[in-house]
């Protein structure tokens, strides 16, 4: 049932402090009863971006905001599920066109991280403010109906970060692999020939923008532990580029756990 029922995404520390009853924001509200149109006592599902789903009612009252009513004490969610493993996490410098799309697509994919990039070929724009990019990325959780909202981190300098093994969050010890898509380059190895069939704990994918890597942003990933990759034979865009990479990350795991 809860398969049919459509979704709000709540953030774990709103819902802890709601106690069940949780007072809906007027943006909230207005997608339930006006885009869903949703009425009194009606069901839907409210989800926390951490792998627990319950089933909701919504309630409705003259003099007060609109609540969503858990049916489920919070500490026993309808539905519960262990974040995906290996972690699938994308890198990207955010192109000038469709960097909405690129982000709803590599979440609906099911990437599981992503980390945004200024490279030195980066076109200047006006950025989708931070606001913008989570709302996306909640959009497309409860669209697609995963459970997990993906980690999104703030912007950071290409040739800075790629340089630096530690900002992926991992430890020397973690089976950590790092592929750095790359165009224009004889031979390199098709990105899911690198992937291996077990002992991964956390994969990267990092995808340059439309004018590609610079030789020093290169260079500085290699020195780094970075493993040049090719999508495929043809010149993608950035955009395309990423979806390419986060659906073959999650073709791969999916292979994994068959």
Same mark, same amino acid.
């Not at 949780?22 to 943006?27: D, I």
């Given at each position: 049932m809860a398969r049919e029922w459509r979704r709000l995404l709540v953030t774990p520390e709103r819902l802890l402090a709601s106690g069940g009853a949780?007072? !809906? @924001?007027? #943006?909230?509200?207005?997608y339930l009863r006006r885009v869903l149109r949703l009425r009194a006592g009606d069901p839907f599902a409210v989800v926390n971006g951490r792998g627990q789903l319950w089933a909701a009612r919504l309630e409705l009252e003259a003099v007060a905001p609109p609540l969503a009513v858990l049916e489920q004490d919070l500490a026993c969610p309808l539905l519960q599920e262990a974040?995906? $493993?290996? #972690? +699938?996490?994308?890198?990207?410098? !955010?192109?000038?066109? %469709?960097? %909405?799309?690129?982000? $709803? /697509?590599?979440?609906?994919?099911?990437? %599981? $991280?992503? #980390? !945004?990039? $200024?490279?030195?070929?980066?076109?200047?724009q006006d950025r989708l403010r931070p606001e913008r990019r989570e709302a996306i990325l909640r959009e497309a959780v409860e669209q697609c109906e995963r459970l997990w909202l993906p980690e999104l981190a703030a %912007? @950071? @300098?290409?040739? *800075?970060? +790629?340089?630096a093994p530690a900002s992926t969050g991992a430890r020397p010890a973690d089976g950590v692999i790092r592929l750095l898509a790359s165009? *224009? &380059?004889?031979? +390199?190895?098709? /990105?899911?020939?690198?992937?291996?069939?077990?002992?991964? @704990? &956390?994969?990267? =994918?990092?995808?340059?923008?439309e004018g590609g890597w610079t030789p020093d942003e290169e260079r500085a990933a290699v020195e780094a532990g970075w #493993?040049? =990759?090719s999508l495929g034979s043809t010149i993608l865009r950035c955009s395309t580029a990423a979806v390419a990479a986060v659906a073959g990350m999650v073709s791969w795991r999916r292979q994994l756990s068959s």
């Open positions: 949780l007072p !809906l @924001e007027a #943006q909230e509200a207005h974040a995906p $493993r290996p #972690q +699938l996490a994308l890198a990207v410098a !955010l192109p000038r066109l %469709d960097a %909405d799309v690129l982000l $709803r /697509m590599a979440c609906e994919l099911g990437v %599981d $991280r992503l #980390q !945004l990039l $200024r490279a030195c070929r980066s076109v200047a %912007d @950071e @300098e290409a040739i *800075r970060w +790629l340089a165009t *224009r &380059q004889q031979g +390199l190895p098709l /990105m899911e020939h690198l992937l291996p069939a077990a002992g991964a @704990e &956390q994969v990267w =994918v990092a995808i340059g923008p #493993q040049p =990759v």
